[in-house]
């Protein structure tokens, strides 16, 4: 159904002609106000304008009919890119693709629609992007109404849908509408729990029963392994692993930490999360060291941009390679002034075991007990525990013992009975 043959993606740095009409205008505006290029920063290097680089290297894939495929990578690995080239959002620099039917794709939330159109309407419209007529589409209307559970505001323009009805709707239609490839990039992340579940079922069964050919781009290696039967790793736009699925998150797992980069440039992330007042955002991350030792603590520095002075907290949440949040917690507060600044910070290992974790990182405020969320970088920092001591003369067996290493229990009082 897909075949890619050499295909690479080049970006001139800090110039126009970035690969689509929406990001040069972009480019064009930021340069005419003298401002930083947005696209001119791509990955976590630092490149100077005029420059050349390569967002996927060299990458050959075939994709069989029926195949559910995910594609895991760090931020900046070339993912969301190697989903655009084969929606045919963006060309290739060189190779080629190949396509053996009609895509569906749903490569951010709310892409495909018109925001003043309804929810009806904007059904109609990606029917007929599909080249479905309107009988087609009739066939199939009230299924996709049924499945999206936005039935009460499928007549109401879609500009007034929170994220999560975005993307049930998005996907319902994706689901349902008659094409041979379903693209989706991290939407299923905004629906919640149970929509997951239903969608991941919905996909499976197109596969198993349709022969309709998956492509699926996650940060949760749970759903990666719920969805798909094959997996590849992209690192620093290099195909570095394709084959079976638990060994692929092995294998990112390892790559989380051989990448020599300590300083994280986040200032063209690319945040999917709609609710963001974008107040105060993360430009940095600067690592100070990628292993602590048990019970350590682990530094790093966060360089933010704010459009106004703001009291501010960092909601961070320590994530399993496999996608299970291991625990929550939140920083001192910190005032940051209008403009650019940095702060340091210390995350405290003491109750995590032997593994290797990510951070997920939000910055929030609070007006009248309310926390307002700023910005949301997921997976911004990874690092590893290494053990300090050993346990009865073994190593920490995360999977027996678990991730988080529970307190000792106290004894408080002995009672002899003297009877």
Known sequence: ?????????????????????????????AARKGLPDPNSKIGHENFVPGESFYALRNISLSVKKG?????????GAGKSTLLKLISRVTTPSAGEIDLYGRVT????????????MTGRENIYLNGAILGMSKKEIDNVLEQIIDFSEVREFIDTPVKRYSSGMYVKLAFSVAAHLNSEIVIMDEVLAVGDIAFQKKCIQKMQQAALNEGRTILYVSHNMNTIRELCDRCIVLDRGKLVYDGDVEQAVSHYSKTLLESPDYRIDYSSYSRRNQGLSGICRIEEIIAKEKTVQMGGVLPFSVRFSARE???????????????????????????LPEGSSEAEFGFDTAF??????????AVSSYEKDVEIRHDFISRALSFSVDESVRYFGKHWESRAWGNVKLPAVKVTEVHIDER
């Open 1 to 29: 159904m897909i075949r890619l043959s050499n295909v690479d993606k080049k970006y001139r740095l800090g110039e126009i002609g970035s690969g689509t009409l929406y990001r040069d205008i972009q480019s064009w505006i």
């Open 67 to 75: 195949e559910r495929l995910g594609i895991i990578g760090g931020n």
């Open 105 to 116: 794709s749903m490569l951010e939330v709310g892409t495909g629609f018109h925001s003043e």
């Open 309 to 335: 002075a703001k009291e501010i907290r960092l909601r961070i949440m320590a994530v399993m390679p496999s996608g299970h949040i291991v625990g929550m917690t939140y920083s001192d507060p910190v005032s």
């Open 352 to 361: 995590l075991a032997a593994d290797v974790y990510s951070l997920d990182i």
